[in-house]
């Protein structure tokens, strides 16, 4: 049995190290010279710059990972000032409160909503199909936590729109724990709180170094292959692909695509056109990332926490802010400060497309009023975009979820973040689990 896996993003490189493992035989194609899909990390001007996330987040798949790879040393904990997240509001920042409890005992929302989310445990658990996230909290919580709470949080964890967002696929915990215990405060009092500053980390040379140290493990990883078509014929998958000038095809008893949905569905066309157009309307909006370095001299705002999110309500250029140097040490020299920007997402698209220069320059007269910065640019300005970000697990994935389901009959598989879930630790983990899947189906002469 081979396994064919095309996309050597962090979910077919993970794929690809638990089949190793387990002994089983695969081939991972990469179209490009790099591995790493979006954790990407840029060295420029003696500035450590993560195109893609920012950070990485523990978990149990995530820990053995990195003992497996000897990478201990090499990771580097966030600040405890990681705990303080900061939420814009009448054009101020404020500390958002760190726990549901807290938010009773915090000013940052009014008696009413106070009054109003004590009252959720009496809201029955309702079964509503494609709730979206706002209704969900609506229902739930009332309206006054969405503006302030709920859009910024989900803007800038999924660059998303909560009026669109599933809430069974986006935050599918909540929907649990209204699930198993009427209300989800009731499930919170009996669920342990695990999410601390300590789960926070990244790799002292970025998290960059996560794929190239599994890339480095893999026997049977093909760079600058790309894979052209796809076609079956008796129960096998035949990969064409072509490198440097020449052309190769190959059979195998499984596929698996771990590539954004809009990549798989051009490889789809010939073979599986349903599932072709139902990845087509899997949404991925655009997303600039900013750069901004400034002496820390010539900025007011402390800076001390993980940084600061816009609620949409607040009509700002930018959907928030990654203080980078108040996270994590040796992103710029000690006399400066990085501030990494996000525009764009569902909520800012257009904005994400604004013409490069002009760009850093709105970011810039943003940043220069909401952190009283005095200088007249900043010291560095570098940005990057992402013209597809994050898919929205909103409406239009649902038939992608059911085909994909339903292809796992004939041996056709997926590993990708529309699938496993939008972080990485999610990602490694549906690996992992798909890893163990697919030596299930092994010829049972082959398990003996």
Not at 285 to 309: Q, W
Not at 333 to 350: K, N
Not at 351 to 375: C, D, F, P, W
Not at 412 to 428: D, E
Request: aromatic letters at 10%; hydrophobic letters at 40%.
């Amino acid at each position: 049995m081979r396994v064919a896996i095309i996309g050597a993003g962090i979910s077919g490189l993970a794929l690809a190290y638990y089949l190793q493992k387990l002994g089983i035989a695969y081939d991972l194609f990469e179209s490009s010279s790099q591995v790493g899909g979006a954790l990407r990390t840029l060295k420029i001007g003696g500035y450590l710059l993560e195109l893609g996330p920012n950070s990485l987040q523990y978990s149990s798949e995530m820990q053995e990972l990195i003992r497996e790879l000897k990478l201990e040393k090499e990771v580097m904990a966030a600040s405890p000032a990681v705990e303080h997240r900061y939420v814009l509001r009448d054009g101020d920042y404020h500390r958002l409160p760190t726990s549901p409890f807290s938010l009773l005992s915090n000013n940052f929302f009014s008696w009413k909503t106070k009054y109003r989310i004590l009252k959720e445990k009496n809201v029955p658990p309702a079964d509503i199909d494609y709730e979206t996230v706002t209704q969900f909290f609506e229902r739930r919580f009332g309206k006054g936590v969405l503006e302030y709470a709920v859009n910024p949080f989900i803007n800038g964890i999924y660059a998303g729109d909560p009026d669109r967002l599933l809430i069974n696929k986006t935050m599918p915990k909540l929907k649990a724990l209204e699930t198993a215990y009427g209300s989800v405060l009731k499930g919170l009092v009996h669920q342990k709180d695990t999410d601390s500053a300590h789960d926070v980390f990244t790799f002292v040379d970025g998290v960059n170094s996560l794929p190239t140290a599994i890339a480095g493990k893999l026997v049977s990883l093909h760079t600058e292959h790309r894979v052209e078509m796809i076609t079956r014929n008796q129960g096998k998958y035949v990969i064409s692909c072509s490198s440097s000038g020449d052309y190769d095809t190959e059979e195998y008893s499984m596929l698996v695509l771990a590539l954004p949905a809009y990549q798989a569905a051009d490889l789809m066309h010939f073979t599986f056109p349903g599932m072709a157009a139902a990845l087509q309307n899997i949404n991925y909006p655009p997303l600039a990332m900013v750069y901004s370095v400034y002496n820390r001299r010539d900025v007011g705002h402390e800076l001390k926490g993980f940084g600061a999110l816009h609620p949409k309500v607040e009509d700002t250029f930018a959907a928030g802010s990654f203080w980078t140097s108040s996270v994590f040490d040796g992103r710029c020299r000690p006399h400066e400060v990085l501030i990494t920007t996000f525009v764009g997402g569902t909520q800012y698209a257009t904005n994400a497309l604004t013409e490069r220069s002009q760009l850093m320059s709105n970011v810039h007269g943003e940043l220069s009023k909401l952190y009283n910065i005095s200088a007249e640019k900043p010291v560095f300005q570098y940005t990057h975009l992402w013209e597809h970000s994050i898919p929205q697990y909103d409406l239009y994935i649902e038939d992608a979820h059911d085909m994909a389901k339903e292809l796992e009959q004939d041996g056709m598989f997926i590993a990708a973040n529309w699938q496993a879930g939008v972080s990485v630790s999610s990602c490694i983990k549906y690996a992992k689990e798909l890893a163990q899947k697919i030596n299930l189906k092994r010829p049972s002469v082959l398990n003996s």
